[in-house]
């Protein structure tokens, strides 16, 4: 079955740090993948995403390349802001027998970033 | 574009109760997801419509739980005899026909069993 591994947060980092989200993936198919940002009392929002190997998706300043070799897309940013604290949430979707898109997450990733 | 809405946000109820919640999609979309969300997890997929068929179900969807489409516009998502373990965010989620298309998410409703 599909399945999304992300970074264990809490991750706390100064404004204007760099950020690194790591992502994996495991799929039977040829999933797309996605990056999706949950702001405090806010409903899931997509953030990016890429459908085939070596797109890079971005958005916002955030970016994350398609790498079908390493089973990986990880999300990042050059320089954070205090509006981006957020939990973030690798996901992929495969298109099922049944027609549906259903999405597989990870667990999230808690990003905090402090003056 | 109105965007997804879920009523209630919060329900509170005793173990054993039924439960229901109501989704209500964009109003061109075709596809309508429900997803769970427990604390510190990602949301885990629960069943898809397209219109108003139920074409799949995870097995996380238990005997205990039902979900319709009627007219293929709003969505209910039911639970008979909750547990403590149904305690979750229940996320719905809408987009268009026509390959991957976008999934937008409602603000989802807090179920606390008790």
């Known amino acids: 079955g599909n399945s999304v591994t992300q970074m264990e947060g809490p991750v706390t980092l100064s404004e204007e740090a760099f950020l690194t989200i790591n992502c994996t993936y495991t799929?039977?198919?040829?999933?797309?993948l996605f990056w999706y940002v949950q702001y405090p009392g806010e409903g899931l929002q997509l953030l990016l995403k890429?459908?085939?190997?070596?797109d890079k998706g971005s958005n916002k300043g955030f970016e994350a390349t398609y790498r079908k070799e390493t089973t990986s897309f990880h999300l990042e940013k050059g320089s954070v802001q205090v509006s981006d604290s957020a939990v973030y949430f690798c996901?992929?979707?495969?298109?099922?027998?049944?027609?549906?898109?259903?999405?597989?997450f990870g667990k999230g990733t808690k990003l905090s970033v402090i003056p | 574009d109105t965007g997804v809405s879920q009523d209630p946000r919060h329900k509170i109820t005793k173990r054993g109760q039924n439960v229901t919640f109501r989704c209500d999609p964009i109003?061109?979309?075709?596809?309508l997801y429900w997803y769970r969300q427990t604390l510190g997890q990602g949301p885990e997929f629960l069943t898809y419509?397209?219109?108003?068929?139920?074409?799949?179900k995870s097995r996380l969807l238990s005997d205990r739980f039902s979900a319709e489409r009627p007219k293929g516009s709003f969505s209910t998502l039911e639970i008979q005899r909750t547990e403590q373990g149904d305690s979750a965010m229940y996320l719905c989620?809408?987009?268009?026909?026509?390959?991957?298309?976008?999934?937008?998410f409602g603000p989802g409703t807090r179920l606390t069993v008790t």
């Open positions: 989620a809408s987009s268009r026909l026509g390959g991957e298309a976008e999934q937008y």
């Open positions: 799929a039977t198919g040829y999933p797309s």
């Open positions: 890429a459908t085939k190997a070596d």
């Open positions: 996901a992929l979707s495969d298109r099922s027998g049944a027609g549906s898109y259903q999405l597989t």
């Open positions: 109003s061109e979309h075709n596809r």
């Open positions: 419509f397209q219109n108003e068929a139920q074409l799949e």
